[in-house]
Structure formats: structure tokens, C-alpha cells
């Protein structure tokens, strides 16, 4: 199922939750909507399954306008973060609830219906519990049943609103890798809203990243790490150092920080350099490392400029015994916006 979201606006009074958002899905792809508290990641996965409808603008499924139509017809299944499981039914019938409510000749025979839960149950490593309840159940079991639930009924897309949120951070894991590979089974069109970095980039095919209702960037995990669109982009997707200052001749220079901007007009400017893309550079400018320690395979330095500034750099565990006293370092990769 193809999804295009064309020139979407939705405002909630005064605030304008969509401006204006454009995207394009394709079919059987696995996309991350990314971004901060109130960026309007949630109103668009809502907007897509039919629970809120845009003041402006259209939503398509394989070409097809659903802007106004319902989360029925869109044949959507929608997996929350709080689960939203019948306490009172065992797993299996949770499963099976969108099948069994169904009504005349759209109602599967009880059989297809079972044949269908224990399919389901398979899938998702389930097997054994479908006489379970609920309350019997860990946290991440319980998400489980709520995916198998959604995919039930077969819909044509499966949208996630933060699934793995209420879950501690070995469970989010064990169950992001689940959902990998029950999209990959399945090839059904999954958008998912997280604001986890980690979550987003370890999962999708493509994020988008959302700031203030708009998208500011979508693209491959690695196009929106390594070449970020906007400094938003780059301040938000993983760790970076920030600096304010000035491009004179293709140099950036804010203080007693120097470094390349090739391509980039004079004027003023903002960098950003992620503490990996630092290195020891005897050509490089002076810093005073106040804290080297080594995390697995890493040593995590954290330094300060002459002017005071702080810097945080990362180098591999073999050279741990060089970040000591003033050491000098330079950037091998920086990403320069005009301010």
C-alpha cells in the first residue's frame, strides 16, 4: 500500500499541529516519524489512520483520496503504546477480536478465524499462551499480542503510536528487532512514531524528521545522521558538538574554534561536529582534556577550549593514553549552516 500525505494542515485552535506536510510512502516500506514532544508526529499517524482529519490538504492510499474517510475504510490496524488489550478475554480472542465483531459474510468462518490467531501466535513467538489472559502476561508479551491483534484483520497499513514506550530499555530492544522481523514477514506498510533516536535509525527504512508540524527531513538513517538538511536536523539526530560563530574564506571560527567550511558563504554561522569526527591533529586547535574514560570499545573524552568552551570528543580504546593534559585536536567532518 502506497501512502502520499500532500500539503496537510491541522491546527487544534490556534496551534498549528501540521503546516503544510508532504510525504510519500511506499509500498512494504517501514517508516520512523522522528521528533521532539509537540512536533506533530503523533497527529500525522493519526491523520494517516483516519482518527483526525486535516483542515486542509489530502491523504491517498494507492492513489485513492481517504482524506475523509474512516479508520474502518482505510482498513488501517493501530497499535498503542498502552496495549489497549480485553482483561477480561484470553490472548487468543484479543487477537481475534477485529475478526470476530465482524458482521454477515465479512465474518471468517470460526475456523479460518482460530487457523488465523495461531498463525499470529507463531509469529510473534506467542505459541502456547493463547489461553493466557492479560494480567498473565510480561509487558513486551502484551505488546505482542497487541501487534498480532492489529495484524489480524490483514490491514492494508499498520501505523505504531510509540509502542515500545511503556517498556524498559532490554525489552525495547528485544521487541524493536521483533517487529523488524514481523515486518519483513509480513510486507505490510509500517509507520511508526517514536521519540528515540535509536529506535528510529535501528529500525526504519526511512525517518522523518518532524520540528514545529513540519517535516524538516526524511531520508535513510544514515542520510539524516551523516547529512543532516537543517541545523535542527543536526542538533537532534544523535550527539554533536554546537558552535555560534563566523565563515571567513571557507573557515568557520567561533572563538578558539577553527575548522574548514568549504562551500559555505562568509558571514555568520552555526557548526556542528559529532565528538567522533574529532581527532588528534598536531595542526589542530589546543584543548585541555579534563576527563578521558573508556566505555567498551570506546574512550569518551570530554575537554574544554581555551575560551572555556566545552567539547565532547570520542576515540577508539587505543588511544585513550593520548587524550591527557592539553592535547591539540581538528575536525575531519563538521556540518556548517549560515545563520
Not at 521528533?35 to 491523504?59: C, H, M, N, W, Y
Amino acid at each position: 500500500m502506497t501512502i502520499s500525505i500532500r500539503s496537510v494542515e491541522k491546527k487544534f485552535g490556534r496551534y498549528p499541529a501540521l503546516n503544510k506536510v508532504d510525504l510519500e510512502i511506499a509500498d512494504g516500506e517501514l517508516v520512523a516519524l522522528l521528533g521532539p514532544s509537540g512536533s506533530g508526529k503523533t497527529t500525522l499517524l493519526r491523520t494517516i489512520a483516519g482518527l483526525e482529519f486535516p483542515d486542509e490538504g489530502q491523504v491517498l492510499f494507492e492513489g485513492q483520496d481517504v482524506t475523509f474517510a474512516s479508520a474502518a475504510a482505510r482498513r488501517v490496524g493501530f497499535v498503542f503504546q498502552q496495549y489497549a488489550l480485553f482483561k477480561h478475554m484470553t490472548v487468543a480472542r484479543n487477537i481475534a477480536f477485529g475478526l470476530d465483531v465482524r458482521k454477515g459474510k465479512d465474518k471468517p468462518p470460526k475456523a479460518e478465524i482460530d487457523r488465523r490467531v495461531e498463525e499470529l501466535l507463531k509469529l510473534v513467538e506467542l505459541e502456547g499462551l493463547g489461553k493466557r489472559y492479560p494480567s498473565q502476561l510480561s509487558g513486551g508479551q502484551r505488546q505482542r499480542v497487541a501487534l498480532s491483534r492489529a495484524l489480524a484483520v490483514q490491514p492494508s497499513v499498520l501505523l505504531l503510536d510509540e509502542p515500545f514506550g511503556a517498556l524498559d530499555a532490554t525489552v525495547r530492544k528485544s521487541l524493536r528487532k521483533e517487529l523488524r522481523r514481523v515486518h519483513d514477514a509480513t510486507g505490510v506498510t509500517t509507520i511508526f512514531v517514536t521519540h528515540d533516536q535509536e529506535e528510529a535509525l535501528g529500525l526504519a527504512d526511512r525517518v522523518a524528521i518532524l520540528n514545529a508540524g513540519r517535516i524538516e527531513q526524511i531520508g535513510t538513517p544514515d542520510e539524516v545522521h551523516d547529512n543532516p538538511a537543517t541545523p535542527f536536523v543536526c542538533g537532534f539526530v544523535g550527539e554533536a558538538n554546537r558552535f555560534e560563530g563566523t565563515v571567513s574564506g571557507g573557515r568557520f571560527t567561533s572563538g578558539a574554534v577553527s575548522f574548514a567550511a568549504n562551500g559555505v558563504a562568509d558571514g555568520p554561522a552555526v557548526a556542528f561536529v559529532r565528538p567522533h569526527d574529532f581527532a588528534l591533529d598536531d595542526g589542530g586547535f589546543e584543548v585541555t582534556v579534563t576527563r578521558a574514560h573508556v566505555q567498551g570499545a570506546l574512550t569518551a573524552v570530554s575537554a574544554t577550549a581555551a575560551d572555556g568552551r566545552h567539547i565532547e570528543i570520542s576515540a577508539s580504546r587505543a588511544e585513550a593514553a593520548n587524550f591527557a593534559g592539553a592535547v591539540r585536536i581538528s575536525a575531519r567532518k563538521s556540518h556548517v549552516y549560515p545563520s
